[in-house]
C-alpha cells in the first residue's frame, strides 16, 4: 500500500498513541496530510509545542459526539485510526453515560460519518477489556466493537471497510500503571492489588506499528489480535522498584485477575499467523473470510489470555520495556 497521497484522521489523536502514530507515520510512511482530531485545545497546543509541526499536520478541534463535525473534518479523508475513548475504568464506572456517549455513540458517529465522508479505511482501536468484559470500560469496548464490525455489512456497497485491532496495556501510556509504580518508588512503598494479577503488554512502538501493519492489510471486518507477551503485575513492580515494599491491597470493583484477548468462541472463527491472530466476522454475509486461506485455523476450545500465554516477561525482560519510561521520569517529562 503506497500511504504518499494518502490523507489520515485521527481521533483522539492528541493522546499517547495519536502522538507516536503521528510521529511514525510521518517518518516511515510519508503521508500527504495527517489531521489531528480532538476535543482539547490545550493538548493540542502543547502537541504543537513539543514540535508536532511538520506542514503536513493538521489540527482540527471536535468531538466524536458530534456527527456534523467528524462529517466536516473526514471531507477528502482516506483512513481513518479512532482511537479516541474513555478508557480509565474508575472514571467509566462513576460516569457511565458519558463513557456510552464517547466510546459507543461516538463510535457510531465515526462509522456513519466516514460512510457519508467515502472514507476508504476505518481501524478503530480496541481492548483485551471487551472480551468478557468485567466493567463497563470493557462494556462499551465490546459494543464499539460490534458497531465497527457490522457496519461492513451496510457499507458493503461502496468502498469504506472497517475493522478493528484489539491489544493489551500499552507501557506507559498515559494513566497506566508504569507512571503510578514509577511515582509511588519514591515513597518506598508500591501498592498492587492482587499478587496473581497477569496483564498483556507492548510497547506504544509497537501497538503504532501493528496498526500500520493492520490498516494495510485489512479488507473489511477483521478484529485483529497480536501476539504479545504477558507479564505478572508483582514482576512489574519489582522491575520498577526492587528494593520497594510491595503492599497487597485488594482487587478493585471491575478489575479481572487476568485478561482475555481471544474467547474460546471467537476462536472458532479465528485464523492464526505467526505474529497476530484474524478474527473473521461471525457472520459472513458481505466480507473479510479470505483470511480462511492464509493461516491456520485454531484447535476447539483455545483461548488466548494473559495467564495461558506462551510468551512471558521476565523481571530482566520488563526492565527494557521500561527503560525509556525511567528516563522520561527522572527527566520530568513522563505523562501521568
Known amino acids: 500500500m503506497d500511504w504518499t497521497n494518502k490523507v489520515i484522521l485521527i481521533t483522539g489523536g492528541t493522546g499517547s498513541f495519536g502522538k507516536k502514530f503521528t510521529k511514525m507515520l510521518l517518518a516511515q510512511k510519508n503521508p500527504k496530510k495527517i489531521i489531528i482530531f480532538s476535543r482539547d485545545e490545550l493538548k493540542q497546543h502543547e502537541m504543537r509545542v513539543a514540535g508536532y509541526t511538520d506542514p503536513r499536520l493538521r ?22 485510526v479512532h482511537a479516541a475513548a474513555l478508557k480509565q475504568v474508575p472514571a467509566c464506572e462513576y460516569n457511565p453515560m458519558e463513557a456510552i456517549k464517547t466510546n459507543i455513540l461516538g463510535t457510531s458517529n465515526v462509522i456513519e ?9 476505518v481501524l478503530a482501536l480496541s481492548t483485551d477489556k471487551a472480551v468478557s468484559p468485567a466493567n463497563l470500560y470493557g462494556g462499551t469496548k465490546l459494543v464499539a466493537e460490534k458497531l465497527v464490525i457490522q457496519s461492513n455489512a451496510y457499507a458493503a456497497g461502496t468502498s469504506t471497510r472497517y475493522a478493528c485491532v484489539r491489544y493489551g496495556n500499552v507501557v506507559g501510556s498515559r494513566g497506566s500503571i508504569v507512571p503510578l509504580f514509577l511515582k509511588q518508588r519514591g515513597n518506598g512503598k508500591i501498592t498492587v492489588t492482587d499478587e496473581r494479577m497477569t496483564r498483556f503488554w507492548l510497547s506504544l512502538e509497537q501497538g503504532v506499528q501493528f496498526v500500520m ?10 478484529v485483529f489480535v497480536p501476539k504479545i507477551p504477558s507479564t505478572k503485575v508483582i514482576d512489574l513492580a519489582r522491575a520498577i522498584a526492587p528494593q520497594a515494599e510491595i503492599e497487597i491491597i485488594g482487587i478493585r470493583p471491575g478489575e479481572k485477575l487476568h485478561e482475555d484477548l481471544l474467547s474460546a468462541d471467537e476462536a472458532r472463527h479465528t485464523i492464526e499467523l505467526d505474529t497476530m491472530y484474524v478474527v473473521q466476522p461471525a457472520e459472513a454475509s458481505w466480507f473479510g473470510y479470505s483470511w480462511q486461506n492464509k493461516g491456520n485455523p485454531l484447535p476447539e476450545g483455545f483461548s488466548y489470555t494473559s495467564d495461558n500465554n506462551t510468551e512471558w516477561l521476565d523481571v530482566e525482560g520488563i526492565k527494557k520495556y521500561i527503560a525509556p519510561f525511567e528516563e522520561a521520569f527522572a527527566n520530568g517529562t513522563l505523562e501521568g
Open 113 to 121: 460519518a466516514a460512510l457519508d465522508a467515502g472514507v476508504s479505511k
Open 59 to 80: 489540527y482540527f478541534i471536535g468531538d466524536v459526539r458530534d456527527r456534523d463535525r467528524l462529517t466536516r473534518a473526514m471531507h477528502g479523508v482516506d483512513i481513518v
Open 213 to 222: 501493519t493492520c490498516i494495510e492489510q485489512m479488507e473489511g471486518g477483521e
